[in-house]
T-cell receptor, first 115, second 111 residues
Framework: DAEITQSPRHKITETGRQVTLACHQT?????MFWYRQDLGHGLRLIHY???????NKGEVSDGYSVSRSNTEDLPLTLESAASSQTSVYFC??????????????FGPGTRLTVL | KQEVTQIPAALSVPEGENLVLNCSFT??????LQWFRQDPGKGLTSLLL?????REQTSGRLNASLDKSSGRSTLYIAASQPGDSATYLC??????????FGKGTKLTVNP
């Protein structure tokens, strides 16, 4: 069955370190998204990609970067981790056809703690 | 800018009750609206997607409706069960493949 996986599922790191969160999907979806979920804020979009070599900033992109070298993967990098980036991170994907049918599917999430 | 609101933030009901969860959005120019379920510590599971041209969508005990003119969607859960306890999120698709999420309604169904 097609799926979307994230690794690691839990990560503890220190302030200032570079961290990369992996996202891999086997749906062959062209669109991929990264969100963070925080109490009181809900889900907020960090970065997204419409296809290979395409990346775009979301509403909370400062301090994060992504790159898309193939269809299946969209790794999220925290350049210099800050305590404010402690959060749960979700990856999602969708397929562009009729825009009314672009259902998004989510991964299980990565819980990141920055000390 | 699209904004999505879900009220109430939390809801507690006895088992067997029929209930309605509400979702409102500010910009009626949506392509679809999705309802998700999230269990504690888990990812989001897609429940229903209603296209902008549709009025409602059904899956088992769940029925979602969409009224673009009033900027509202509702998720109706029939004969609620303790296993329905979760946080329910709605999200509006604005046509750029992106979703704008509400903050969710935490549902507790008491045995």
């Amino acid at each position: 069955d097609a799926e979307i996986t994230q690794s690691p599922r839990h990560k503890i790191t220190e302030t200032g370190r570079q961290v990369t969160l992996a996202c891999h999907q086997t749906w062959n979806h062209n669109n991929m998204f990264w969100y963070r979920q925080d109490l009181g804020h809900g889900l907020r979009l960090i970065h997204y990609s419409y296809g290979v070599q395409d990346t775009n900033k979301g509403e909370v992109s400062d301090g994060y970067s992504v790159s898309r070298s193939n269809t299946e993967d969209l790794p999220l990098t925290l350049e210099s981790a800050a305590s404010s980036q402690t959060s749960v991170y979700f990856c999602a994907s969708s397929y562009t056809r009729d825009r009314g049918l672009n259902e998004q599917f989510f991964g299980p999430g990565t819980r990141l703690t920055v000390l | 800018k699209q904004e999505v609101t879900q009220i109430p933030a939390a809801l507690s009901v006895p088992e067997g009750e029929n209930l309605v969860l509400n979702c409102s959005f500010t910009d009626s120019a949506i392509y679809n609206l999705q309802w998700f379920r999230q269990d504690p510590g888990k990812g989001l599971t897609s429940l229903l997607l209603i296209q902008s041209s549709q009025r409602e969508q059904t899956s088992g005990r769940l029925n979602a409706s969409l009224d673009k003119s009033s900027g509202r969607s509702t998720l109706y859960i029939a004969a609620s069960q303790p296993g329905d306890s979760a946080t329910y999120l709605c999200a509006a698709s604005t046509g750029s493949e992106k979703l704008v999420f509400g903050k969710g309604t935490k549902l507790t169904v008491n045995p």
